[in-house]
């Protein structure tokens, strides 16, 4: 109780379609973000913006667009397409952080090939699509490590598209695991403050760099200079303004995950962040 | 002699077989061959004998040696092995049973639900076969068979002869292809292992490919309580007997945890509509009474349904159950097993005895003095303590777990071990739907063990839980294990040849390094105090490993003979 100080700041996580989306532990991203967002004194409020719900591109300071079951993601499709879309996009370019994670990642890009049946099409955030080569090509099944920002991510992918960038950066280089496609190392996609991936497990609780780095983008994008946390005061371009919290169980975790991928200096890396 | 046995072999089960075998001789038949004789096919039949009596011995010859040599795998190895040979092993054998066969499969609760149906049958009077627990997939189904069966290739002892598989939920299409059950049990479609099955609507899609195939003689016993479960009987054609829960006072709403009401469901649209189901009652997940909306598509009535339920104690439910049919009378049974899920699981099993005509009398008897399955909360004594054993594999099933221990509000010791080997499911995600928020604050002492120990402690941390209110015993380091195996491994290959089996099991059991698991049992034995009782929640490779290193200490019967009662 004693690190969590009283809310001074709020910050408003639109969480889209949590019923329809919500295969893979994405309720450990959300928990992530509210805790680590509580002991820094800020309110987290997660909003559940379902099929129909409206999207006004000023009214969230944080987007999480989960995975889902493909019977289940047709509708979301549409939904995303039609009515959410301009806001989303507006909200993009405005620079909202937005971490979307499998399917919702397929939907931020052009478009979804499945095996049978239409092509599903995506929001175009991202410059890449998704194609799923039929019944007989294997899943990308397994955990997962990748580089990023001069550190690393591990997760857990499960999905049957194979994803193929454009223009759009990767998210990160893969170290072990399939990635997008399997084929060209590469993992995930970024769009100014937008991130798309297929790690879950959940991705967020045990890679704590990235879930502040997501908190920092939305609190510098929503109270920019005037922002105030903990006793610091935050400059618009400071990479670490969160106060620093006891992170060892986490980096035990990221670390341990990544020895049993063969990853030994990376796993070592890990450990000395604490 | 010879006549009589090719007249036998001919399976009652008809048509499709004998379509089958007429099928495998043509195709057999080399174009250059001309017409053959009576004498011909007669061989040509005793062949086919000949290779099943070659599947049988030869899988049985493997089963007892890789028993013999304690391989792992020896409770489908002689199925394999048999089917490799002869792939119409099971089809052949199971006609022979004389009562038939029984199948049950779903996510949560076929062990247990199969098990109080053999209790049933046998109370009544039948012989009944089981699968080995576990071996669900169709090696462990043909294993069952074939261990029963005579080097000629036929069963023994298959007067009132019933088998009750448990069927893994992949492969039930597999299962009743090759047997036509005469009662098939569906207990519930949830969330799990989705690494290895794909998504929980590719098994429901299985599960109706599986009803589309099935013979109308079959009767189908479902959940009219899980909408995926119920809406497989809507196409079928043959009868269908449904069970459910009719009691409000178990609805969530009504439950004074809040945590409980936010649960995951698995299941939430209407497949005709797509419209999210609306629900009068939950019990838990998505089972209860539902309704849709926008078609109209709604819970169908229960002819087996369970009016009142009432924990007595932890491990003590009352159910007064009433059966369509004899609408007056409610029947009670005592439930010896904990927890909303094993309700379910005896209303499914009393629902199949009445599908066969087994009396209350036989049913009532069988289920209340049911020994509890490996790990679907035995009991344990060690060191002192009370070991109780609660699987747990999917969210749904550790959520209900959870909810049994700590409804009373009384402060339990638990150990909860959690796994990702390949029966567990590689991924982990899972357990972020748990509400493991309602364990905080209620755990004397809390270990967490197995190979993502460390993903459940942080589960537990990112619910409130303390790091000083958890212990965490993680594996042993990657380059560690590696080394420890190395030397195992060196000193395991020079025993081989030794002709005891026990005095090798001793000998690995001084050498084997305490892995994690073992310090981790150790460490929550000890900090639970004498004459009380620990609760243990694995995963299943997890269970298997407390079990193995519970028998080493000789504290439970060997796995090998925990199937026959």
Known sequence: MKRESAPRLTLKLGHLYPDQLNLYGDRGNILALRRRCQQRGIELRVISLGIGDALAPDEYDLLFIGGGQDREQAPVARDLYEVKGIGLWAAIEDDMPVLAVCGGYQLLSHYYRPAQGPDMRGLGVFDAWTIHKGPRAPRCVGDIAITWNGSTLVGFENHGGRTYLGTAQPLGTVLKGYGNNAEDRSEGAMYRNAYGTYMHGSLLPKNPHFTDYLITLATRRTYGLQAQLSQNEIRANDVEPLAPLDDRLEWEAHAALLERMGLHSAANAALQVT | MEQQRSLEETPPTGVSVAHKRGWRRNSSNAPGKTSRGKAARKAKRQGISLRASMAVLTGRLVGALSRRLGFGGG???????????????????????????????????????????????????????????????????????????????????????????????????????????????????????????????????????????????????????????????????????????????????????????????????????????????????????????????????????????????????????????????????????????????????????????????????????????????????????????????????????????????????????????????????????????????????????????????????????????????????????????????????????????????????????????????????????????????????????????????????????????
């Open chain 2, 75 to 565: 409770t489908s190895i002689a199925g394999l092995t048999a089917q490799r040979i002869s792939p119409d092993i099971v089809k052949r054998l199971a006609a022979e049973l004389e009562y038939g066969s029984i199948m049950v499969t779903g996510t949560n609760g076929k062990t247990t639900t199969s098990g109080f149906i053999a209790a049933a049958l046998r109370e009544s009077g039948l012989r009944v076969w089981r699968n080995r627990e576990g071996s669900n997939l169709m090696g462990g189904i043909a294993n069952a068979l074939v261990m029963r069966a005579l080097p000629h290739g036929r069963l023994r002892r298959k007067g009132r002869a019933i088998a009750v598989f448990e069927v893994d939920e992949a492969v039930i299409k597999k299962a009743t292809q090759a047997v036509s059950p005469r009662v098939l049990v569906f207990t519930n479609l949830f969330r799990d292992q989705l690494d290895r099955y794909g998504e929980v609507d590719s098994i429901a899609t299985r599960w109706q490919q599986t009803i589309n195939a099935l013979s109308t003689n079959s009767i189908l016993v479902l959940n009219a309580d899980d909408p995926a479960t119920a809406d497989l009987g809507r196409t079928f054609e043959g009868q269908v007997l449904y069970f459910g829960i009719d009691d409000p006072a178990l609805d969530l709403a009504a439950q004074p945890d809040t945590a409980a009401r936010h649960q995951v469901m698995d299941t939430r649209v209407c497949p005709q509509c797509g419209r999210d189901y609306e629900y009068t009652l939950r019990y838990y997940s998505h089972l209860g009474h539902y309704f849709c909306p926008s078609c109209g598509n709604i819970r169908p009535q229960p002819d087996v349904r369970a009016t009142r339920v009432h924990a007595d104690a932890f491990d003590r439910m009352r159910i007064n159950i009433t059966s369509g049919d004899r609408e007056a009378k409610a029947q009670e049974i005592v439930l010896p097993l904990p927890g909303l899920y094993n309700v379910y699981n005896a209303l499914a099993a009393v629902t199949a005895a009445q599908a066969l005509h087994i009396g209350w009398e036989p049913t009532i008897i069988g289920i209340e003095q049911f020994k509890p399955a490996f790990g679907r909360g035995e009991r344990v004594q060690v060191e002192g303590r009370t070991l109780r054993l609660l699987l747990a594999k999917n969210p749904t099933g550790y959520n209900e777990v959870l909810r049994t221990l700590f409804s009373e509000g009384a402060s339990r010791h638990v150990l909860c071990i959690l796994n990702d080997n390949s029966a567990d499911g590689r991924d982990v995600s899972w357990i972020w739907d748990i509400d493991v928020e309602q364990a905080i604050g209620h755990t004397a002492t809390l270990v967490l063990g197995g190979t993502r120990a460390l993903d459940l402690a942080l589960r537990f941390k990112y619910a409130g839980m303390s790091q000083d209110a958890m212990m965490i015993v993680p594996p042993a380091p990657l380059r560690a294990l590696k080394r420890e195996a190395l030397r195992v491994n060196r000193n395991s290959k020079g025993r081989k040849n030794k002709q005891s089996v026990n005095i090798e099991k001793g000998a690995l059991a001084a050498e084997t390094p305490r892995d994690g698991i073992t310090a981790a049992l150790d460490a929550a034995i000890h900090m639970t105090p004498i004459g009380e009782t620990l609760f243990v929640i694995p995963t299943y490779t997890g269970l298997l490993e407390i079990h193995r290193e519970l028998e080493r200490r000789g504290l439970t019967p060997h796995y090998w003979e925990g199937q026959d009662r």
